[in-house]
C-alpha cells in the first residue's frame, strides 16, 4: 500500500509564497511521474505542475513563472515552490503520484490567498 502525505499548506497574502511537500511512504520500488492538482470550490481538479523522474517538467498556464515543481527521489518526495501568490490560486493541493500503472492521491492540503 501507497500513501502520499501532504504538508505545507495555510493562509498567506496576495505576493507571498509557500512551499508544499508530499512524501510517499509504503512499498514503493520507483516513482515515474510525480504532480501537484488543485481544486477551488465550485470547480473541478486541475494540474498544477508534474515532474517526470527524470525531472522533466510541465505547467499550467497560470502558474508558470511563478510555481517551480521539484522532487527528491532518494527521499520518494516532491515539492512544490509556491511565489508571488494571487486569491485565484486559493484551492485545496493534491498530490499525484504514479507508480507502475496505479495513480495515487493525497488527502489534500488547503492553500487560501487572501487579498
Known amino acids: 500500500q501507497v500513501q502520499l502525505v501532504e504538508s505545507g499548506g495555510g493562509l498567506v497574502q496576495a505576493g507571498g509564497s509557500l512551499r508544499l511537500s508530499c512524501a510517499a511512504s509504503?512499498?514503493?520500488?520507483?516513482?515515474?511521474?510525480m504532480g501537484w492538482y488543485r481544486q477551488a470550490p465550485g470547480k473541478q481538479r486541475e494540474l498544477v505542475a508534474t515532474?517526470?523522474?527524470?525531472?522533466?517538467?510541465n505547467y499550467a498556464d497560470s502558474v508558470k513563472g511563478r510555481f517551480t515543481i521539484s522532487r527528491d527521489n532518494a527521499q520518494n518526495t516532491v515539492y512544490l515552490q509556491m511565489n508571488s501568490l494571487k486569491p485565484e490560486d486559493t484551492a485545496v493541493y493534491y498530490c499525484?503520484?504514479?507508480?507502475?500503472?496505479?495513480?495515487?492521491w493525497g488527502q489534500g492540503t488547503q492553500v487560501t490567498v487572501s487579498s
Open positions: 499525484n503520484a504514479n507508480i507502475r500503472t496505479y495513480f495515487y
Open positions: 509504503g512499498t514503493i520500488f520507483s516513482i515515474n511521474a
Open positions: 515532474i517526470t523522474s527524470v525531472g522533466s517538467t
